[in-house]
């Protein structure tokens, strides 16, 4: 811990270090949270990159990267408040990958002005993917009716318990290439004439960060702190951001912390369907990990 009267100290008697803030941006990039742990959203990371572009002193940000994707608006939106942070304070955003950034998590590594990755770091995957389930068979066999009734005669578009109609799946695939069209155009305006010219650079393949640095997908192979002391010389000092706290230093709580209020009274019910969602939710984030064989 910093000590709180260094400020004290005229800055002529101070050591001469370097702090650099370093924000963890971790996990499958979803709008809201899974029982038990808080998924990457523009609401979850603000208030730490907030914090860590607000560091006067400090020449650059560094931000660690760890997502395989998920939520293409909350990717962007993360994305787009870095640089705006970055263009405002007049901050150097350096973007380290970990384990993997892929689709939304190089989305938003793309806010960086250098990435840098480990050489067995996973980065690409430029495109746009939907799943779902069909249960039409299966509630046959249960001898269960789905009873659906909409105003409007697309209102039930790809609905699991009805079957799949061609139209759907076109009027979704065209919405996908828009999408898909936003990713490129982001990723050519961050990278520009780095990118090499390769036909699946934008086909959702994912490469290693050595193949990454050879694509112009990432500027260099190294680690954080190797990297700052590199940049910054050996008295540099990351200061690592971390989320809010509540009253006795614990992460403000979540879904999980309102369990004994969900299974009390009259709230018993709803709280089933909520571990149905939550329960599909943990699937699809696993999902995302295990795209990646992680």
């Not at 293409?72 to 263009?87: E, F, T």
């Not at 997908?217 to 000092?237: A, F, H, I, N, P």
């Amino acid at each position: 811990m910093a000590n709180p009267l260094k400020r004290f100290v005229p800055k002529r008697f101070r050591k001469s270090e370097t702090q650099i803030p370093v924000v963890r941006l971790s996990g499958a990039i979803m709008a809201s949270s899974t029982l038990g742990r808080q998924n990457l959203s523009v609401a979850s990371a603000a208030p730490m990159l907030e914090k860590a572009f607000s560091m006067k002193e400090a020449p650059a940000v560094a931000i660690s990267v760890n997502s395989p994707g998920g939520s293409p608006v909350q990717s962007r939106l993360i994305y787009k408040r870095i640089r705006d942070l970055a263009n405002e304070k007049k901050k150097r955003v350096l973007i380290f990958v970990e384990d993997v950034a892929a689709s939304g998590g190089y989305m938003i590594a793309c806010a960086g002005d250098e990435i840098i990755a480990d050489p067995s770091s996973i980065v690409g995957s430029i495109g746009v993917v939907s799943g779902s389930f069909g249960f039409v068979g299966l509630i046959e066999k249960l001898g269960i009716e789905r009873r659906v009734h909409t105003a409007g005669r697309n209102k039930v578009t790809l609905d699991p318990f009805q079957p799949e109609r061609q139209e759907d799946v076109e009027r979704l695939k065209a919405l996908q290439l828009e999408v898909h069209q936003t990713f490129i155009d982001l990723v050519k305006g961050a990278r520009g004439d780095k990118l090499a010219a390769d036909d699946d650079l934008f086909t959702g393949l994912f490469w290693s960060g050595v193949r990454g640095k050879e694509l112009g997908l990432v500027d260099s192979l190294g680690d954080l702190r190797g990297t700052l002391r590199e940049r910054y010389g050996e008295k540099v000092k990351p200061v690592l951001v971390t989320p809010k706290t509540g009253l006795f230093g614990r992460a403000k709580p979540g879904i999980a912390s309102h369990l004994g209020d969900m299974l009390s009274g009259d709230a018993a019910s709803p709280f089933a369907s909520a571990l149905v969602r939550e329960t599909l939710s943990l699937a699809e984030e696993r999902a995302l990990w295990a795209r990646y064989g992680l």
